[in-house]
């Protein structure tokens, strides 16, 4: 089973901090996406992978960064958290050739 | 501009309901058509591709119309366990391939 794992499921930090949010994927899989999901927004795509430190920017990336060092993580960062990233946000991953994206459990962010 | 329409619901049916979801995408140029299920506090899973030629699995059956630029799901003999959000998805060409735009869900209760 492919497992996409995000490092907490809740997160609570203050305003002006920096957050790091972690994804891991154990499947091998080329490509890996941030989401943003908000009730009556639905998922937003933050910014995608498609291989080692190559980004892309998704529909949504002011006020984030990510990090791609090694195939199996990817990491969204806040440089400076605002109460307007309290969101639930989603990683996922794909392979290259198949289009299914696998999710991880979410984590709830607040911001403070 | 991209974008995946769906009715939000709620939807509250009966077991037993035959149910049908609508949704219509703006791009012309998409490839690909998924319906995902989201149950409530859970991530979102792939529940079935969308093929030109409609598609069926068990109970769900899947319909694409290219012309109209619309995609459906019915559900038949509905259970308590389908009780969920679902949320149409459409891949489109060009630069970030596998990237995928969600709709915002269509929120189904099965009541008994």
């Known amino acids: 089973d492919v497992k996409v794992t995000q490092s907490s499921r809740y997160l609570v930090k203050r305003t002006g901090e920096k957050v790091f949010l972690e994804c891991v994927q154990d499947?091998?899989?080329?490509?890996m996406f941030w989401y943003r999901q908000d009730p009556g927004l639905g998922l937003r795509l933050i910014y995608f992978?498609?291989?080692?430190?190559?980004?892309e920017k998704g529909d949504i990336p002011e006020g984030y960064s990510v990090s791609r060092e090694k195939k199996e993580r990817f990491s969204l960062i806040l440089e400076s958290a605002s109460t307007n990233q309290t969101s639930m946000y989603l990683c996922?991953?794909?392979?290259?050739?198949?289009?299914?994206?696998?999710f991880g459990p979410g984590t709830r962010l607040t911001v403070l | 501009r991209k974008e995946v329409e769906q009715d939000p619901g709620p939807f509250n049916v009966p077991e037993g309901a035959t149910v049908a979801f609508n949704c219509t995408y703006s791009?012309?140029?998409?490839?690909?058509f998924f319906w995902y299920r989201q149950d409530c506090r859970k991530e979102p899973k792939l529940l079935m591709s969308?093929?030109?030629s409609g598609n069926e699995d068990g109970r769900f059956t899947a319909q694409l119309n290219r012309a109209s630029q619309y995609i459906s799901l019915l559900i038949r003999d509905s259970k308590l366990s389908d009780s969920a959000t679902y949320l149409c998805?459409?891949?489109?060409?060009?630069?970030?391939?596998?990237?995928?735009?969600f709709g915002k869900g269509t929120k189904l209760s099965v009541i008994p």
């Open positions: 996922a991953s794909s392979p290259v050739a198949y289009n299914e994206q696998f």
């Open positions: 499947m091998d899989h080329e490509n």
């Open positions: 992978s498609y291989d080692v430190k190559m980004k």
């Open positions: 791009n012309s140029a998409s490839q690909s």
């Open positions: 969308v093929y030109s």
């Open positions: 998805v459409v891949q489109y060409s060009g630069a970030g391939s596998y990237q995928l735009t």
